[in-house]
Each structure stands twice: as C-alpha cells, then as structure tokens.
C-alpha cells in the first residue's frame, strides 16, 4: 500500500530564498544555508519550479540522505514522480538504463559511487543539485572533477560550510557553478587569497585578503543559520572537564612525543612521521595503547601489526565519562563522541559492563539496517549511543526528539564532522537546551587541537558571511 505524504509549505524565509535562486540570470546557485534550514526543501521546489515535467533532475548527495530527498520529492511532486537511483545491483542497472535513454525525472546518486567514474552523463540535464557540495573541495580529486563533467541549465550548490575547512576549497565548487568567472585556481588564490611561502608545500594560504571577499563576489548566494530562522532554538551549554591521564597512558604519550618512539609492553612502536607521530598522541590520549598482531605477514615474514586499545584498556576520559553520567537522572539517553571508531567500541563495552543501561555503537562498520535499529529504540532500550564522528554526521534525523545530553571524548580533526555531529541534537525539533560535555586530556595535544578548531571556525564564519 502506498501512503501519499502531505505536501510540505515553504517557511517564509525559505520563500525569500526560493525567490533569490530563481531570480539568478544564469541559473546557478550557491545555497549555504546551515544544517536544519530545510535546504532539501528549498532545492526541490527551485527544481519543480525550472524544469518541465519531460525535464531530467540530477541530485548528488550523500547515499544516507537519499530517503530523505525521495520523501521530500514525492510529497511536492506527487507519489507518480519518477526517481532513479543511480547504483549498483538490477535496479540500478534500470536506472543508468534510463538516464542513457533520456527518460524524464529525478535521478539520485551518491557521492560515494559518483565519485568512483569518469562519467560524462549523456546530454544536459535541465537542473543538477550537489547536496553537502563541500565533498568536492579539493580540487585535484576524483569527487571534484566527475562534478565538473556534469552539465546542467541550472546548477544548485549545497552546504552549510560550502568550503570545507578552507576557503580554498570553495573554488571547486565555483568553478562548477560559474566556471567562466572562475576558470583558473591559482590565479583565483592570486586575486582573494593571502598566502606565504612553506618549507613543504612551498606556497601556503593563510586566509582571505579581505574577509567576506570571496563570497561577496558570488552572482547568487543565500546563508541561513538555524538560530536566525527558529525563534525557539534551545541553547547549548557547554562544560569543559580536563582531566589528568593515569600514569600508565602519561608515559606512553610523553614517550611519543619526546622520541617518536614508545614501549608498549615489550614491543617498541615507531612514528617516523610527523602525521603518525601525532596519531599516536591522540590514541593516548583517549586511553592506554595496544600492538596486535594481524594474520597476514610482511615483506620480511613478520605479523603486520597495528594499534588498538583493549576492553579494558585504562582511559582516564572514560573515568570522567562515568561520573557525568553518575550524576545524571537514571535512564537519560545520552550521546557520546568520538573521532576514534576503534575507541568507540571499548566505551560500548565499558558502559554496558558497568549495567547502566544499554550501549550501541554507532561507526562504519555498523550496517545501516542496525543503525536504524538502534535510531528506533534510542530512549527507549537503548540508553547510550557512542558514535564515531565522521559516521553519525549526516542523514540522521530524530536524535534530538529523545535526547539533549551529549559527552564528546575527543575532536575530528576535520571541523566540519564535528559540527555535523553537533546538529544531530540542536536542531529542529529539540525542545530543551542541550546539555554537552567535552572532555579533555590536560597538557596533551587535545588541546592544541580544540584550540585550531575553535579558530578556523570563526575564521570560516566571518569568510561565509556576505555583508560587510
């Protein structure tokens, strides 16, 4: 049986940005509206209002995201409209079919397959969307270049955070949507960007000339934050627990960071490179270490090995993590982040141990049908979900309905995971303030790193912002 959803109407805020998109002489669009405005909205009823019914819509967006955007397009469009996964498998297979056919209607792919050819669709679409456009930052990758090979009438770009982590990387998405006035990335850079030499990359961008320059340049735009546009946002109050790392994990962290070098147990781990030097600095910092050996053998015959951490590893951040939730009314769901996935499953098993209510994990190696499993019982069977970062960020509507606590261990360096996983709570639909907690371990590399993001988001906030 079919159930017919009940078409959506346009906040009027979202009318005053529908009205901008539309108005734009060459069709391309630059939506930066923050996580929970309704972008997905917004960009359905742009399209049903440019392209004819015989007309051909391609949407790029994260697989997880695509109920959401079917959902949304057959509750404005009716539940006749034709959609068209681009995947693999039978269906996927009818899909391509179609596109290479012409057939009229919506077609939907990830970016995780789009990403994967050199395709050049056949002919020109009458719209293309890029949701969550900040994927093709970089400009030397596949994502970036199978974008740039999609033609469309009308291109819509999608993101709140449209450059990533760097300015630098909003040219990509540029070049897509207005590839005439920004044909070259160098001497873009030249003419916005101020820069200084670098030992290793030999030119290095350290921010705009003039903030706001950048975007104050783009022919369409629009920048909605959630809190300008939802009169009765709760607030999110932040604590900050430092704690001190136990003996155990302060020897092997100081031993990295002196030597590159570290005993753990009788086996010394190396870190020739600064990159994994610094790895191996946070792993210590959420808990105490372990090399194990895997099954297959090296060029010299040895077991390869890699770090981890043990069930019961000592971790003075889980210490801390107890005693808030100690001090929390009993059955709160709560959730907990952290950047490592492989950490994320000793907390699981920490907190279910300790008989306190059910933990599930939440990380990549998670299939999605557990994963909506777990959404559903969330507040109910399930007490605790401790998330990986990079995994929880988006498509994950419904968190904040059941739950307004959250403990985060450690930080993703890239700042936008962190503000992805951050909406899942202060959103739409959230009706007290969000209590959260960052725990950090002291004269350690955290906090150096919660330093760096705080200042390249407040970087990035001035630089999204139009007005002088």
């Not at 390869?304 to 951490?309: D, L, W």
């Not at 107890?322 to 952290?338: G, K, N, Q």
Request: glycine fraction near 8%; aromatic fraction near 8%.
């Amino acid at each position: 049986m079919r159930v017919e959803r009940e078409r959506m109407i346009l906040r009027p805020y979202q009318v005053e940005d529908l009205d901008i998109v539309l108005a734009a002489e060459d069709g391309s669009a630059l939506i930066a509206n923050t996580m929970g405005t309704g972008k997905t909205l917004l960009a359905v009823e742009a399209v049903r209002a440019v392209a004819p019914a015989t007309g051909r819509a391609l949407v790029i967006a994260p697989l997880n995201t695509h109920t959401g955007w079917e959902r949304t397009i057959r509750a404005q469009s009716g539940p006749d409209t034709p959609i068209h996964r681009l995947t693999g498998g039978k269906d996927g297979k009818l899909a391509w079919d179609a596109l290479a056919d012409g057939w009229a209607g919506w077609y939907l792919i990830g970016w995780e397959y789009f990403r994967r050819f050199d395709w050049r669709p056949p002919g020109v679409f009458d719209v293309a969307v890029a949701d969550e456009c900040h994927r093709a930052q970089n400009r030397k990758s596949k994502t970036a270049k199978a974008l740039w090979s999609v033609r469309a009438r009308r291109k819509l770009a999608m993101s709140g955070t449209p450059a990533g982590n760097r300015i630098e990387g909003l040219w990509s998405v540029l070049h897509w949507l207005w590839p005439e006035q920004h044909p070259h990335y160098w001497p873009w850079v030249k003419k916005y960007l101020r820069t200084r030499p670098n030992r290793y990359t030999q030119v290095e961008i350290v921010g705009e000339k003039v903030p706001g320059q950048v975007i104050r340049s783009v022919p369409c735009y629009t920048r909605r934050k959630l809190e300008d546009v939802v009169a009765d946002l709760p607030e999110r109050i932040t604590y900050t627990v430092d704690t001190r790392m136990l003996p155990a994990q302060a020897r092997i962290y100081r031993q990295f960071e002196a030597q590159s070098l570290a005993w753990l147990k009788e086996h010394p781990v190396a870190t020739p490179l600064p990159v994994q030097q610094r790895l191996r600095m946070l792993q210590t910092a959420l808990g105490v270490p372990t090399l194990f050996e895997k099954e297959e053998l090296d060029e010299d015959g040895f077991p390869k090995t890699e770090i981890g951490f043990e069930p019961d590893c000592k971790s003075a951040k889980i210490d801390a993590m107890l005693d808030i939730v100690s001090d929390l009314p009993e059955h709160t769901p709560v959730m907990v982040y952290t950047h490592s996935a492989r950490f994320a499953e000793v907390v699981v098993a920490r907190l279910n141990d300790k008989g306190i209510g059910r933990a599930e994990l939440w990380t990549g190696r998670v299939p999605q049908h557990t994963r909506m499993r777990v959404l559903k019982e969330f507040g109910g069977g399930v007490r605790f979900i401790v998330a990986g970062i990079a995994a929880i960020g988006e498509g994950v509507d419904g968190l904040q309905r059941v739950c307004n606590h959250e403990i985060w261990l450690s930080k993703h360096d890239n700042g936008l995971l962190n503000e992805q996983a951050a909406a899942r709570l202060l959103r739409m639909g959230q009706s007290k303030p969000v209590l959260s907690w960052v725990i950090r371990a002291e004269d350690t590399i955290d906090t150096l790193v919660y330093q760096r993001l705080d200042e390249n988001a407040e970087a990035m906030a001035f630089a999204l912002e139009k007005e002088d």
